[in-house]
């Protein structure tokens, strides 16, 4: 699929998910078939005034590339500007989120709440194409409750702002992360418009990817929690079913791990990404605790060596 003069190599795209697609996990799903990643949510505000941890969220190699840098934020005039500081950074596309329904996010007229205000989230939009050479992309839900599906109207509203393609996730601000998503919402959107669209929602495996594209006519599909401790979802085939099976694919992760992140201050966050990847495992229990007891990135690697002796 294209975004703008962008060529993906696959439709399958990583979502971005905060405290987990840092720079690591996204080379390896890279690695493993998807054909963009996108960083983690990133505060508009916090690009602007210049902090540290936002701007090292902005980190990406060359071997990324395609990658996308997602901005959130409800003041057009600072959206603007991080448009622009993103924009001399190696990115290849910018995303806005205004899907988030995180409370905090949305009690400040960000992410999904911008679903209620379309005329804010026009002025965002166009706010940010104005500020960059790069395609714009926007990324939000069915709508914000069960009785106000209003994702095809804002599909057309970004598409006309001038936005190059937009990510459904087939879920209101209601549903949050629990219940079913309706993936006929997406076929709706993709009537509406005649941009690319991309669903999101309830992709487990790549056959569910296959299915979501054939059933709602998208142009790819956009995996997130679904790809956590299981980066085969971005290849033909089934998750490997036994810990041999999967134990190169964790060192993989954890070598990127070792050289792109801070290990001492993300510990936590690698650690979780390793346990993540025993699940449904025999014993896995017993490893998680391994794994936790780690004190270190070396001791983390060195158990993992063991498991593969």
């Known amino acids: 699929m294209n975004i703008g003069p962008i060529t993906l190599k696959s439709p399958f795209i990583l979502a ?3 405290g987990y697609t840092d720079l690591a996990f996204r080379l390896l799903c890279r690695e493993m078939g998807a054909g963009m990643t996108v960083s983690e949510m990133i505060s508009s505000n916090g ?5 540290q941890k936002t701007l090292a969220m902005l980190k990406t190699v060359p071997e990324e ?8 934020g409800n003041d057009p005039e600072i959206m ?5 500081i993103a924009s001399n950074h190696p990115a290849q596309i910018l995303d806005i989120n205004m899907g988030c329904p995180v409370r905090k996010v949305v009690k400040k007229g960000s992410g999904a709440a911008l679903m209620k205000d379309f005329e804010r989230a026009e002025q965002l939009i166009q706010a940010v194409i104005s500020n960059t050479n790069l395609p714009v992309t926007v990324k939000f839900r069915s709508g914000w409750t069960d ?3 209003t994702a095809p109207q804002f599909a057309a509203m970004a598409e006309n702002a001038g936005a190059a393609a937009v990510t459904v996730h087939a879920r209101t601000w209601k549903q949050q992360f629990g219940g079913r998503a309706d993936w006929q919402v997406i076929t709706r959107v993709c009537q509406a418009v005649s941009i690319p669209v991309i669903g999101n929602g309830d992709i487990l495996c790549y056959q569910d990817g296959l299915d979501m594209i054939a059933e709602t006519g998208c142009h790819g599909v956009m995996i997130g929690r679904g790809a956590l401790g299981n980066p085969w979802v971005f290849r033909q085939g089934k998750t490997p079913e036994t810990l041999p099976a999967r134990l190169p694919v964790i060192q993989r992760h954890m070598q990127h791990a070792a050289t792109h992140l801070d290990t001492t201050r993300l510990l936590f966050r690698i650690k979780n990404h390793a346990c993540r990847y025993l699940s449904g495992l025999p014993g896995a229990v017993k490893i998680r605790q391994q794994i936790t007891d780690c004190p270190d990135m070396d001791g983390l690697q060195t158990a993992l060596a063991q498991l593969a002796s």
């Open 16 to 18: 971005p998910l905060a």
């Open 47 to 51: 690009l602007v005034h210049g902090q």
């Open 65 to 72: 590339s395609p990658f996308c840098i997602q901005l959130f």
């Open 80 to 84: 603007g500007k991080a448009a622009a």
């Open 147 to 149: 009785d106000a599906i």
